[in-house]
Every structure is written in C-alpha cells, then in structure tokens.
Antibody
Framework: QVQLVQSGPELKKPGASVKVSCKAS????????VTWLRQAPGQGLEWMGW????????KYAQKYQGRVSLTTDTSTTTAYMELRSLRSDDTAMYYC??????????????WGQGTLVTVSS | QSVLTQPPSVSAAPGQTVTISCSGS????????VFWYQQLPGTAPKLLMY???KRPSEIPDRFSGSKSGTSATLGITGLQTGDEADYFC???????????FGGGTKVTVL
C-alpha cells in the first residue's frame, strides 16, 4: 500500500538546523509531488512547500523562503525537509504528504506519521 | 489567524447530524476546490473529501461535502463516537499562491 514513513523526533537548540526524511513506498515516486506541512501544538495546519521528485522543482510558502529546503532522492524514494535558523516557535509536528502541487492542483493523501521537532535551549 | 474560517467546535448526540462550515473568499474557495481532512486524536490527518464533494473509496457515505460561492460545508450524518476528531478544510489561494487551511473544528459526540 502507499505509505510515507518519516524519521524520528528531533530536539534542537535555537539557531540550529533540522533535516527530516520521508521514505515513500507503494507507488511510482516520481509521479507525485511531495508536500510538507506543519502543525504547532494545539494549532491548525500550515503549508510549508512542495517539491517534485520528477524534476526537483519546488514551491515554498513565502513565510519560509530562504529558510527551508525541500529535496528528493529518487534512488531511495526519499524526500527531505531542511529547516534552518530554528526558533522556539518552530516547535511543531512536521508532516510529509503525497500530492498537492505548487499551483493548487491535487490533494494530500496519504500523510506520513509526523515528526516532532522541538526547539529548546 | 487562519485564512479559512471554521467554528472551533460542534457537538451532537450519537446518530444525529452535524455540519461544519468553512468560509473563505474569492481568492481561495470561490475559485478553487475545497478539501477536508479528519484528524483523529493523536494521529496524522487523513483525506476525507476532495474536490468539494468527492469521497475516497474508504470514506462512508455518512460524510458529505458541498460548496457554494466562497463557503463550503462538511456534513456528518448518523454521528458515531469514532467520528470524534478535528476536521480541517483546505483550498488553494490564488493571491497568496499557497495552500491555506481553516483553523479546525473539533467534533464532540455527546
């Protein structure tokens, strides 16, 4: 079945970087984009950006421009989200999902299990 | 502050019907599809409704979606205890060039 499995929880200090991985299986990886979203504790969902495994194209939410990098490795069918210059308000659950796009097409299905990133000194 | 507006909570007794509203604008819901996601406690969200009113095959027909103008509605009939969850609406926003979400609605089965 289609599945996205994310890496484990991370504890980082302010100013550090974090890189979360998302291993895809059960479908042709290059045929679907990968979207990253986050959810702060007790809060709603926030779109961070999208990456195409087919050609590496990306689209980032303006809020994260310059601070986030979305990449993929087609040889291992894995997507990555790197967030730099971490602050305490970056503490959140980070999700990768199959689908979506940088132009509003498609939907998010399925979702990874989430990776908790905690930023604390 | 979420771009799409949802009520924070709705509740009803088992077997009853609830509706969840999602209000937006012409830059998002008014000109794009609406999607709904269900998040059961302690789990990742799951696709519940796509392209306004289409259900993935595994979603029971107790769930329905509709859209009118710049608003959308999710309906749940025959409410069950297993429906207790947070429900989020989403749409693409042409002005922001970004996916936007509602703040989520917590459904409680009394």
């Amino acid at each position: 079945q289609v599945q996205l499995v994310q890496s484990g929880p991370e504890l980082k200090k302010p100013g550090a970087s974090v890189k979360v991985s998302c291993k895809a299986s059960g479908y042709t990886f290059s045929n679907f984009g990968v979207t990253w979203l986050r959810q702060a504790p007790g809060q709603g969902l926030e779109w961070m950006g999208w990456v195409s495994p087919y050609n590496g194209n990306t689209k980032y939410a303006q809020k994260y421009q310059g601070r986030v990098s979305l990449t993929t490795d087609t040889s291992t069918t894995t997507a990555y989200m790197e967030l730099r210059s971490l602050r305490s308000d970056d503490t959140a659950m980070y999700y990768c999902v199959r689908g979506g796009s940088g132009t509003g097409k498609g939907w998010f299905d399925p979702w990874g299990q989430g990776t908790l990133v905690t930023v604390s000194s | 502050q979420s771009v799409l507006t949802q009520p924070p909570s709705v509740s009803a007794a088992p077997g009853q019907t609830v509706t969840i509203s999602c209000s937006g604008s012409s830059s998002n819901i008014g000109n794009n599809y609406v999607f709904w996601y269900q998040q059961l406690p302690g789990t990742a969200p799951k696709l519940l409704m796509y392209e306004n009113n289409k259900r993935p095959s595994e979603i029971p027909d107790r769930f329905s979606g509709s859209k009118s103008g710049t608003s959308a509605t999710l309906g749940i009939t025959g409410l069950q205890t297993g429906d207790e969850a947070d429900y989020f609406c989403a749409s693409w926003d042409n002005n922001l060039s970004a996916w936007v979400f509602g703040g989520g609605t917590k459904v409680t089965v009394l």
